[in-house]
């Protein structure tokens, strides 16, 4: 049925940004085989280190004082000082009534109590599904570390994981502290050793091999920081150089590169602890100049980087900017970047990833930016109906669907 006017226009953009299944490209959630490794319920959400970050702006308690308590302790106090003492207007405050009210529960009560009976009264299989269902979720993509003491063992038994949850492999560990991987990869049997050379290449993409053989991972990741210098003598530029991206053209795998933390500002308050900083975009240019068969999913962690990004994004098409990552991941933001996105890129970006650590947040990161979606695409279809040009509901649904999930499938198709 054509669309007859912008109301309409505005109503079936709504629509079908709500009804188009979304593919979740990076989050830090795991399927139930990772067991302890899924976080999710009321306890997991009120202790998420955004909330904690909050929480220490509100409390002067010692930060120690604070880690030693248990996790429902800490989840108390966050409710006290960040929920009730204050009311929950910040982002991650208000996700978490977001997602509780969208499993059911009356944020109004403010009863921590009955929150927690509800969860208790899940069983995690269920509950994956209903957030699955709730959340209109096609699949999301985990965060898998080879070096991870609790992920290992569930890779190297070959347990069948749950097709709802795809891998990524995440090089961090390997890449960015590479004495420490060292030791760990001798341990392994691996004939490596601190000081690079071709051999130990060979050997480290031998280990990459077998552990691409064991994920099959969509996609290989690493966050770098604000400063980094592809182009410098470090550990981490050599096998980015030499082993990475290599592999990656040779298993035509993307590449993303997660730009610009800080690691460990605060090292007092822990995971909460990480800072921005803007990076140099002639790293990105220069990397995708050097690499035209490389595929690169890139986003940046500072504000002052996202124009940079597009920009640099129409020179190269094999850089797919994705997701308003961690900081910039509220709805200002969200606003400034999509809208800024598609007037820079048309259709061609991935616009969002929840980066949810515990399940239930993807309930509302996902429905807080739908929302934010639909009303910058309504505003730029309105734009463009504005010129006379027409578009069908059916060519809408392709236009979303890329967005939500398309675009990253072509990309990995590439
Ligand atoms: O490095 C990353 O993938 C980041 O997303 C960090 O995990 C960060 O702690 C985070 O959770 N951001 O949302
Ligand atoms: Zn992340």
Redesign the pocket.
């Known amino acids: 049925m054509p669309i007859e006017n912008e109301a309409q226009l505005k109503q079936t953009i709504w629509d079908v940004v709500h009804r188009t299944p979304v593919l979740d490209i990076?989050t830090?959630l795991y399927d139930a085989r990772f067991g302890e490794r899924l976080l999710w319920g009321i306890d997991e959400l009120l202790t998420y280190?955004?909330l904690i970050a909050e929480f220490f702006r509100y409390s002067p308690m010692d930060c120690d004082e604070f880690f030693d308590l248990s996790k429902r302790e800490q989840a108390d106090l966050v409710w006290q000082h960040v929920f009730l003492e204050n009311s929950p207007v910040s982002e991650s405050a208000r996700g978490v009534l977001t997602a509780i009210g969208l499993l059911g529960q009356d944020p109004r009560s403010r009863d921590l109590g009955a929150f927690r009976r509800y969860f208790e009264s899940k069983a995690i299989e269920e509950h994956i599904s209903d957030v699955f269902r709730i959340g209109n979720l096609e699949s999301v993509v985990m965060?898998n570390d080879p070096f991870d003491e609790v992920e290992r063992p569930v890779w190297e038994d070959g347990i069948p994981g749950d097709s709802r949850f795809k891998a990524a492999l995440?090089l961090?560990s390997l890449i960015i502290s590479w004495d420490d991987a060292c030791k760990s990869l001798k341990e392994w049997g691996y004939k490596v050793k601190a000081r690079l050379d071709k051999n130990v290449y060979t050997e480290i993409k031998r280990f990459l091999v077998e552990w691409i053989e064991k994920m099959d991972p969509l996609y290989m990741?690493v966050?770098l920081p604000n400063d980094f210098d592809f182009s410098d003598k470090s550990n981490t530029a050599k096998l980015l150089h030499k082993v990475i991206i290599p592999l990656c053209i040779e298993a035509n795998l993307p590449l993303a590169l997660?730009i610009g933390?800080k690691r460990g500002v605060n090292p007092a308050i822990k995971?909460?602890g990480?800072g921005v900083g803007k990076a140099d975009i002639k790293q990105l240019e220069q990397l995708c100049r050097e690499y035209p068969q490389a595929k690169f999913m890139v986003t940046y962690l500072s504000r002052e980087n996202q124009h940079e990004l597009c920009v640099t994004a129409r020179k190269f098409a094999n850089l797919m900017p994705f997701g308003c990552?961690?900081?910039l991941?509220d709805p200002e933001t969200i606003t400034e970047m999509t809208r800024m996105r598609l007037e820079l890129l048309g259709l061609s970006f991935i616009p969002q990833h929840s980066?949810?650590?515990v399940l239930d947040q993807v309930l509302y990161k996902w429905a807080h930016s739908r929302w934010i979606i639909g009303m910058v695409l309504q505003d730029k279809y309105s734009d463009l109906w504005r010129t006379g040009w027409r578009v069908s509901p059916e060519e809408i649904e392709r236009d979303v669907a890329r967005l939500l999930g398309g675009n990253f499938k072509n990309f990995l198709a590439r």
């Open positions: 990076h830090h280190h955004y965060t995440r961090d990741a966050s997660m933390v995971l909460a990480d990552w961690w900081f991941n980066d949810a650590r």
